[in-house]
């Protein structure tokens, strides 16, 4: 990522928001990334247990809040976003899954 300006070097509010609107644009690519890699691991997964794969969900998020955490950020908020993504990416690997098995 290739930003202009630091925080701290920023002169105004518009020059911040063009740094936060880059970083997001960032931040949805590599969701995008994410999610190519989501759709990839159905073909690994042969029942909805291993789709919803409790344990791996659940250790997901508990890292990623703990990842949050240790860069100053609020771990709740950071938990519920992954849990959300998660959730979603669980739906998204069912109708895969889905679709795989009436082939």
Known sequence: MNLSKSPSECNCKDEIRLQIDEIDKEI??????????????????????SVVAQ?????????????????????ETFEQIYRFLVDHNIGKELEILEKKVKG
């Not at 949805?28 to 029942?47: A, C, Q, W």
């Not at 344990?55 to 950020?73: F, M």
Request: proline share 0%.
């Open 28 to 49: 949805i690519k590599l969701f995008g990334l994410r999610f190519r890699y989501v759709n990839e691991i159905v073909k690994y997964k042969n029942n909805i247990e």
């Open 55 to 75: 344990d791996r969900k659940d250790h997901v998020i508990k890292a990623r809040g703990e990842w949050a955490e240790e860069h100053g950020l609020d771990k």
